[in-house]
């Protein structure tokens, strides 16, 4: 395509990702990624530039498929800091190229991005590392049609009850009534987490703030926050007692403070769970840490892209 790149923003991608679409590239992807097959997928370790005055982190992000002819870069801020602004504390921008001359496709709003395919991960995690056991023949009604979406799609079906902990209690309580009321929010962690089947931190902690001694055993903790090598929010306890997984070893050993910390030895890498060359112990405590792959942008920005070409051609 010549011309200007295409500016697909925050709206616009909103409405052409779908989880149904994004979901099976995302498990193809970190499949691919997995194998270690060049031809596959180029995705070195992100760089990351600290923005020590201002209490976050620079994140270049660049993967190349060259299989599926997709070169893709995503620029990623994120915070821990806490202030007035309404700015998010993670804002992204992803750029797609063409790789036969390195122009510039597309630029579109990354946060949407980001938002999806994490959560998407997330489940395909816990499609794989929680206990057959807990299924059960209807999904919990009256989520947020999002969290439907997820979890009908694995046949995740264990939200029998969804229980919520912030540290501000206004965003626990409004983030609780936009899963549509099916949900309650909790004043202690541990209360959010006693005796769940499936747990998710996605918090800017920099501390652990989930204990192993609160866990069940047999639980699947999906571990989202914590990024930066001295940021934690698991405890020594949970790293050494779960099984231990990570969307990539190599970032794990970089990046993560909870890996890294405790010493904590990654098992498998969740695209070696679904290429069948690792298992998933389902009925042992697993952790999956996620830090998030180029690759997983890469993938969902060509979704967005393809969809935005059929429907300018077809207008
Ligand atoms: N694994 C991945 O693929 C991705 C990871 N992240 C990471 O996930 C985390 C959350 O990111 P967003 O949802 O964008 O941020 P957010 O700001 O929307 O949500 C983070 C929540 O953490 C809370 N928080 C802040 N400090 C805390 C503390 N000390 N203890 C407990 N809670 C605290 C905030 O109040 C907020 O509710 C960040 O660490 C971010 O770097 C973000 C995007 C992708
Ligand atoms: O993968 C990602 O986009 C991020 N991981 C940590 C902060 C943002």
Redesign the pocket.
């Known amino acids: 395509m010549d011309g200007p790149p295409a500016v697909i923003w925050r709206e616009e991608v909103e409405r052409l990702l779908r989880y149904e679409d994004l979901v099976p590239r995302l498990e193809q992807a970190l499949g691919l990624f997995s194998r270690r097959d060049a031809a596959a997928v180029l995705q070195p370790v992100r760089t990351a530039v600290p923005l020590s005055k201002h209490g976050g982190f620079f994140l270049l992000m660049p993967a190349y498929m060259e299989q599926d002819g997709v070169l893709c870069t995503k620029l990623?801020c994120?915070?821990?800091r806490?202030d007035e602004s309404s700015l998010?504390?993670?804002q992204?921008t992803v750029m797609l190229l063409d790789p036969l001359y390195g122009n510039v496709k597309a630029v579109m709003d990354g946060e949407v991005i980001?938002?999806m395919?994490?959560a998407a991960?997330s489940a395909i995690s816990a499609k794989a590392g929680t206990p057959s056991r807990v299924s059960r023949p209807e999904p919990l009604r009256g989520l947020h049609p999002d969290c439907i979406v997820v979890f009908n799609l694995f046949n995740v079906r264990l939200l029998l009850q969804v229980r919520v902990w912030?540290?501000?209690k206004e965003?626990a309580e409004s983030?609780v009534a936009s899963l549509g009321g099916a949900a309650s929010a909790c004043v202690l962690v541990e209360a959010a987490v006693s005796g769940a089947d499936a747990i998710v931190t996605?918090?800017?902690?920099?501390?652990p703030?989930l204990l192993g001694r609160w866990v069940k055993p047999g639980a699947h903790v999906a571990?989202?926050?914590?990024?930066?090598p001295d940021?934690r929010?698991l405890d020594d306890r949970l790293m050494e007692e779960a099984v231990v997984y990570a969307?990539s070893r190599e970032a794990a050993m970089v990046e993560s403070g909870d890996i890294i910390l405790s010493g904590a030895e990654v098992f498998a890498e969740l695209g070696e769970v679904l290429n069948g060359t690792k298992p998933a112990h389902r009925d042992k405590t697993t952790v999956f840490k996620?830090?998030?792959?180029a690759v997983?942008d890469a993938v969902s920005a060509k979704l967005v892209f393809d969809q935005w070409e059929d429907r300018t051609s077809s207008v």
Request: proline letters at 2%.
């Open positions: 990623v994120a915070y821990k806490e998010p504390a993670t992204a980001t938002a395919r994490t991960v912030s540290h501000s965003r983030f996605a918090t800017r902690s920099t501390e703030l571990a989202v926050g914590a990024c930066r940021w929010e969307d996620s830090l998030g792959l997983e």
